[in-house]
Nanobody, 119 residues
Framework: VQLQASGGGLVQAGGSLRLSCAAS????????VAWYRQAPGKQREVVAR???????NYADAVKGRFTISRDIAKNTVYLQMNGLKPEDTAVYYC??????????????WGQGTLVTVSS
């Protein structure tokens, strides 16, 4: 399984970015897939998630600003991020099966994409 996240970059507060995550070796389909982020010195946290029942969950910190979507034909998941804040600065990862195990994270993650929001 390979996950290629892209679309990160440097943006001013209030700006927008659209992250993409293309998969190979697996099919996202309508299965569960999530975006996580990890800021320097902080724990990895879930940002947005497609659940297996096709429902969507967002972290409270991003509700109303971020939108997760997917293109089945392209086997790609997106994260539209609007109204970015400096506290959104982090490496963003997508995963179809990531799970925390003790102090480690298991599953397929890819290299992530860095988002930096300047104030």
């Amino acid at each position: 399984v390979q996950l290629q996240a892209s679309g990160g970059g440097l943006v001013q507060a209030g700006g927008s970015l659209r992250l993409s995550c293309a998969a190979s070796g697996t099919t996202f389909g309508y299965n569960a897939v999530a975006w996580y982020r990890q800021a320097p010195g902080k724990q990895r946290e879930v940002v947005a998630r497609f659940n297996s029942d096709r429902s969507i969950n967002y972290a409270d910190a991003v509700k109303g600003r971020f939108t997760i979507s997917r293109d089945i034909a392209k086997n790609t998941v997106y994260l539209q991020m609007n109204g970015l804040k400096p506290e959104d600065t982090a490496v963003y990862y997508c995963t179809p099966n990531g799970v925390r195990y003790g102090s480690s994270w298991l599953g397929s993650w890819g290299q992530g994409t860095l988002v930096t929001v300047s104030s």
